[in-house]
């Protein structure tokens, strides 16, 4: 029976809109390297965009596939002389759920064999699922659903994982064991024996050959086959840069290594070991520069590598183990002790402590239980778990902050901005000296010409920014790796160097400052009640009611272990309370305007004693023995302390007091404190709750300035006011009802945005964890990397001016240009940006943990 699909057409032009290819381009690891490959792409038809990123050593290209191909993109990368370990090649898997045996899937594999550019496919008839890999650049999702319907089966679904992004844990060729690595180690022992045969060997260093009318030493003929070792790859990329018109590195060394051979061969200026020199140390420095750079790479590799590939699944009354891919929403997976959470999930079985650090990076372990969310990638420290799966693979929190952490490398920050424009002028401006330094040296400083050539080498090798370019990038990788692994999320280098310049925090105070949670504060006992009397009447009559208030007090009342009592008759009385018969004894809980209109005397009440001794709250809240005026001195000062209070009583007796409050964080005040310690200068708390509260919340906390009883809008109007007045403004807050004070200020910071689509999409930067005590890590963090990257700009200026003014004047052989204006300052730069890695939130609250 064939099983026609319906609305084929709508599915495939709902998805086949891919027109973005990303490819793994390992040796494109400077920015020289990237504007090569960027030039060489950019010369196809129907190219958007390329966006190279040297950190990850990926290149993303947004093309018309109209009028270019993956494949065609790939060769132009190749013809820029880069490998590319991926062309593009998706893989998707189709939702079939009407392929149910391996009849139907013999179909499905027979229609799918006739599309051209697929390579690979999986039938799996017991979840309803079809896997196929396609090239992309020969077929497209299309394609695959139009054969899958041609089998009479319609297709449901599809998800899509583009595997032209290689994962960043995927093993590369070990950087010193190289081919490259050989090369240059052969080409630094033949320069070694020149060495040898120029300065100590001289009886022996001897002619023993002539090339083009020059005569050639046994040290000369050794350069020489130092230069064809070690300058293979240097000439053969300097070829690739020519040819698309780039003036980078390669080119620029290739240019000096061949005019060293000029100057030798043809004018006989004897340049040979300046050649084999330039050869030999610059391919060291290419390897010291891909080494620096893996290192930046690992920090997000090792963020790839939390996520375990396997899972145990659940099914059919037994467990099967599968790759993580293939467990559905809804399937049920297994953890024991001391693995990783493979998905996202609701604990259904089972009770443990899990290691969450790597999603919120909180540094205790969490007890789960029944209910409970778990997160992929976290950790299950003790017991075994049951956890019903709520997200795929694809789409669960660890795959949403890799995902956003790669994307955050394409928010540029201004000096990164400023630093590419600067570059572009940098490069053509030196190698013009360069060219005024070896013609007119002769002339005005009195030197030779085999002199000026090699004074014009080595401004050559200073010509190129490398070291300038990748300073800031380098920087903002590892600042936003660092902080992902420590449960901060930053979505981009622009907002970690606007977080690190911010003057204002203003916090957002339920849920930000307090936990958002109302609990019972106070319990005050009056005529010979006891706490236990008052809360046994205070859970029988708010146990019915649906406030936030009453279930505080019916928690408390369950903590205290109170007994109930059998209720009869409950009503709620309208903005003042409610009423109830307790065991017969009509009771009233509800303001202090309630028992005012049921003709108490609140100025004049008494207070229980213990033994004839007044209560330590009644001493404190009264002068006259025991008794206590409610009305002027006891709930105003209950109210001014930011508490909400609540009678209980019978018609005829007041029974006691209980006061309930948004309790503060424990870390509010420490927050508040050490970011003052740390450089900013006004601290602000807004609030739509009413005035008393929020002086009581703002003097406990210790912020500068607080606003009170703002509606939404509002407060954004607060925020737009301190954009204007200050430099830089960081909103924190819940991520949900502040989206639009989150929006408005510099940086919006969203709070506790583990498995919170709206905080994770609304917020610039997000803690993961429900953890204030992050934010002054967070701002350390940002702040030194702002450090950082302006160390690393200057500092490789101001080396690379130093060497090439001093280049005329004889102080800068060409040994030192290569090390340390090329290879020194790569290295240099990129181990100061790893040291952010060093800086860690701060686990006693009292001292940072930083060492940066």
Request: proline share 3%; hydrophobic share 40%; net charge negative.
């Amino acid at each position: 029976m064939r099983h026609t699909g319906q609305d084929g057409d709508d599915v495939a032009q709902s998805i086949d809109q891919g027109d973005v290819a990303q490819f793994s381009v390992p040796e494109m690891d400077c920015p020289s390297c990237a504007g090569k490959v960027e030039n060489s792409v950019g010369k196809l038809d129907g190219i958007n965009s390329v966006d190279p990123q040297v950190t990850t050593g990926t290149l993303t290209v947004s093309y018309d596939r109209e009028q270019t191909s993956a494949t065609a993109i790939a060769e132009r990368v190749e013809k820029a002389g880069y490998t590319v370990e991926n062309t593009g090649e998706v893989t998707s898997k189709f939702t079939v759920p009407e392929m149910d045996c391996a009849s139907c899937a013999g179909k499905i594999e027979n229609a799918l064999n006739r599309v051209g550019g697929v390579t690979t496919y999986e039938t799996q008839p017991t979840t309803g699922t079809v896997v196929v890999t396609y090239d992309s650049s020969r077929a497209g999702q299309a394609d695959v659903i139009n054969a899958i319907e041609s089998a009479g089966y319609e297709v449901t679904a599809t998800t899509g994982d583009e595997s032209g992004r290689q994962e960043a844990g995927g093993e590369r060729e070990g950087i010193w064991t190289s081919s490259r690595a050989l090369k240059t180690w052969v080409s630094g022992g033949f320069v070694a024996l020149g060495l040898l045969f120029e300065f100590f060997l001289i009886g022996q260093n001897i002619q023993i050959a002539g090339l083009l009318g020059t005569d050639l030493l046994v040290a000369d003929v050794l350069f020489l086959i130092a230069v064809a070792t070690g300058g293979q790859e240097i000439l053969r990329n300097g070829y690739y840069s020519a040819r698309n018109l780039n003036l980078d590195i390669d080119f620029l060394m290739s240019v000096a290594i061949l005019g060293a051979l000029v100057a030798s061969l043809v004018f006989g200026e004897a340049l040979y070991f300046e050649a084999a020199t330039l050869a030999f140390l610059f391919s060291v420095a290419e390897l010291l520069e891909r080494y620096s750079m893996d290192r930046a790479r690992n920090s997000l590799r090792e963020l790839m590598d939390l996520s375990p590939d396997e899972a145990t699944v659940k099914r059919d009354g037994s467990t099967e183990t599968i790759p993580v891919d293939e467990v559905a929403v809804g399937d049920i997976v297994v953890v024991k002790p001391g693995e990783k959470i493979p998905m996202d999930g609701a604990v259904v079985d089972g009770e443990s402590a899990v290691n969450q650090a790597p999603i919120t990076g909180e540094s205790v372990p969490v007890d789960k239980t029944t209910g409970d969310e778990v997160y992929a990638g976290t950790i299950n420290e003790e017991g075994y778990l049951e956890v019903e799966v709520t997200s795929e693979a694809g789409d669960n929190t660890l795959s949403r902050i890799v995902e956003l952490v790669e994307d955050a490398q394409s928010n540029k920050t201004e000096r990164e901005q400023f630093v590419e424009r600067f570059s572009t002028y940098y490069t053509p401006v030196v190698v013009a000296f360069a060219i005024l330094t070896t013609v007119g040296s002769p002339y005005v400083l009195g030197t030779t010409w085999s002199t000026a050539v090699v004074y014009g080498l080595t401004l050559l090798v200073l010509a190129c920014p490398c070291a300038f370019v990748i300073s800031t990038p380098v920087s903002v990788v590892s600042g936003i790796t660092s902080a992902a692994k420590n449960g901060v999320l930053i979505k981009g280098g622009n907002h970690l160097e606007a977080m690190g310049a911010v003057d204002v925090v203003a916090f957002d105070k339920t849920g930000t400052l307090t936990k958002g949670e109302l609990t019972v504060t106070d319990v005050v006992p009056l005529n010979g009640n006891s706490e236990e009397d008052v809360l046994r009447c205070a859970r029988g009559l708010e146990q019915r009611s649906e406030h936030p208030i009453g279930e505080a007090i019916v928690a408390e009342a369950g903590s205290a272990g109170v007994a109930e009592l059998e209720i009869d008759d409950f009503e709620s009385i309208t903005g003042k309370g409610v009423r109830a018969d307790l065991d017969g004894t009509p009771h009233f809980a509800g303001k202090p305007g309630l028992f005012e209109e049921l003709d108490f005397d609140l100025s004049h009440v008494h207070a229980t004693t213990d033994g004839g001794v007044v209560t330590q709250t009644a001493r404190q809240m009264c002068d006259r023995n025991n008794c206590l005026d409610l009305l002027e001195e006891t709930v105003p000062e209950l109210q001014a302390e930011g508490k909400t209070v609540v009678l209980v009583g019978t018609e005829d007796e007041l029974e006691g007091v209980i006061a309930v409050a948004d309790e503060i964080r424990p870390e509010a005040k420490r927050t508040v404190t050490r970011l003052k310690q740390l450089g900013v200068s006004r601290t602000v708390m807004l609030t739509g709750d009413n005035e008393r509260t929020a002086r009581a919340i703002a003097d406990q906390v210790g912020v500068d300035e607080y606003q009170a009883e703002l509606l939404p809008e509002e407060k954004v109007a607060a925020i737009e006011e301190l954009v204007d007045e200050f430099d830089g403004v960081a909103m924190v807050g819940d991520g949900i009802n502040d989206a639009p004070a989150l929006a408005t200020a510099t940086v919006g910071v969203a709070m506790g945005a583990a498995g919170t689509d709206t905080a994770l999409e609304t917020a610039d930067i997000a803690l993961m964890g429900d953890d204030l005590a992050k934010l002054p890590y967070l701002y350390e963090l940002a702040n030194d990397a702002n450090g950082v990257i302006r160390q690393n700009i200057w500092s490789s200026l101001a080396v690379k001016a130093g060497l090439a003014v001093a280049v005329p004047f004889g102080y800068v052989p060409i040994w030192l240009a290569v090390l340390a204006g090329d290879a020194g300052m790569t290295t240099a730069v990129t181990g100061n940006a790893m040291r952010l890695s060093r800086i860690t939130p701060d686990t006693d609250t009292e001292t940072n943990a930083s060492e940066g």
